[in-house]
């Protein structure tokens, strides 16, 4: 899985000539459903983040376990 933004990126970059000749109003038209898939990343993330029954100093862990598990892509 990639982050919304490592997504967009990619989008970008597949479509450069398509982007380079497209008007700011329409660019923004192209990358707005990006925000709403960061909003449910978000959202998931903080959901995970809650599954702990209490704080016991392993949340930084779980935190960077998480999105090492989820989004990064340099496995």
């Known amino acids: 899985m990639k982050t ?8 970008i970059q597949n479509n450069a000539t398509k982007f380079s000749l497209m008007n700011t109003y ?18 998931e993330a903080v959901n ?14 779980l935190s960077k376990y998480y999105y090492n598990e989820t989004f990064n892509q340099n496995k």
């Open 48 to 61: 995970y983040g809650n599954k702990q029954d209490h704080y016991d100093a392993t949340e930084v862990e």
């Open 26 to 43: 329409n660019i923004l038209k192209e990358i707005e459903p990006y925000l709403e898939k960061e909003k449910e990343q978000i959202i």
């Open 4 to 11: 919304a933004m490592q997504q967009l990126i990619e989008h």
